[in-house]
Nanobody, 115 residues
Framework: QVQIVESGGGLVQPGGSLRLSCVVS????????MAWYRQVPGRQRELVAS???????TYADSVKGRFTISRDNAKNTVYLQMNSLKPEDTAVYYC?????????WGQGTQVTVSS
């Protein structure tokens, strides 16, 4: 059974930074691509960044140059370093596979960017 637990969110001022973590259990993590998503109430979930098993990365245009996705296979963990945060980055952030079929979604972690 796959379990995903996201953490690291919080309230930060514009221009600030946060690092999100996502621990995944129940899969052979090192061979799986992973991704971070975000969702604002009333809107579709948005793919923010993805990372392959070989650590190749892709980013949405809206976060390119500000966010960095990385992984630690020894810890079954994928990270999202978020710098130069903007109010429009406010959302619940989730991690999962980069495309269908998805694992069971975790609870997400709330990121709020506000002064």
């Amino acid at each position: 059974q796959v379990q995903i637990v996201e953490s690291g969110g919080g309230l930060v001022q514009p221009g600030g930074s946060l690092r999100l973590s996502c621990v995944v259990s129940g899969i052979i993590f090192r061979i799986r691509a992973m991704a971070w998503y975000r969702q604002v109430p009333g809107r579709q979930r948005e793919l923010v960044a993805s990372i392959t098993s070989g650590a190749s990365t892709t980013y949405a245009d809206s976060v390119k140059g500000r966010f960095t996705i990385s992984r630690d296979n020894a810890k079954n963990t994928v990270y999202l370093q978020m710098n130069s945060l903007k109010p429009e980055d406010t959302a619940v952030y989730y991690c999962n596979a980069p495309r269908s079929p998805y694992y069971t979604w975790g609870q997400g972690t709330q990121v709020t960017v506000s002064s």
